[in-house]
């Protein structure tokens, strides 16, 4: 799994407002007879888990999960990541971002990636022929986190 944050503000122009961030979402079957593909999309993260999350705004979390072999893991993957990403964790907090902060939050989602990973091969429910790849990526103030498995 890679992590890569990116800093998307340039040096030269101050922040003087927080951006509201939309988002929309497509599918496409193709050539298939199922569609195995997830995918989640929030746009207010910080609205949508309440005190759960303390970071600077914007906050939102996106996420594609790419089945194969089946529907079941990719379902199970956007099922459960809101609580694998940020409901059973100690999400790391902050007023503002700092280079203490960014890592923390790399190192955080790596080990979430990984819980999230187990639980999966662990969980009976899910056809061991099913799978799925992930990339998500998660929007902090001015960072993007982007996170995909290998």
Avoid: Q, W
């Amino acid at each position: 799994m890679y992590v890569y944050a990116k800093d998307v503000k340039s040096p030269e122009t101050p922040v003087l407002f927080v951006p509201s961030i939309r988002s929309g979402g497509f599918a496409d079957i193709g050539p298939r007879r199922y569609m195995e593909d997830e995918h989640i999309r929030i746009d207010d993260l910080s609205a949508h888990l309440g005190s759960l999350i303390t970071v600077p705004e914007p906050c939102a979390f996106y996420g594609v999960f790419d089945g194969h072999g089946g529907p079941e893991a990719a379902a199970y993957a956007r099922k459960h990541a809101m609580r694998f990403f940020f409901e059973d964790g100690d999400f790391p907090r902050a007023s503002e971002v700092n280079d203490a902060f960014v890592l923390d939050v790399e190192n955080y989602l790596r080990k979430a990636f990984l819980l999230a990973d187990m639980a999966l091969a662990e969980d009976s429910s899910v056809s061991s022929s099913s799978g799925t790849t992930a990339l998500t990526a998660l929007v902090v103030g001015r960072y993007i986190f982007f996170l995909r498995s290998p």
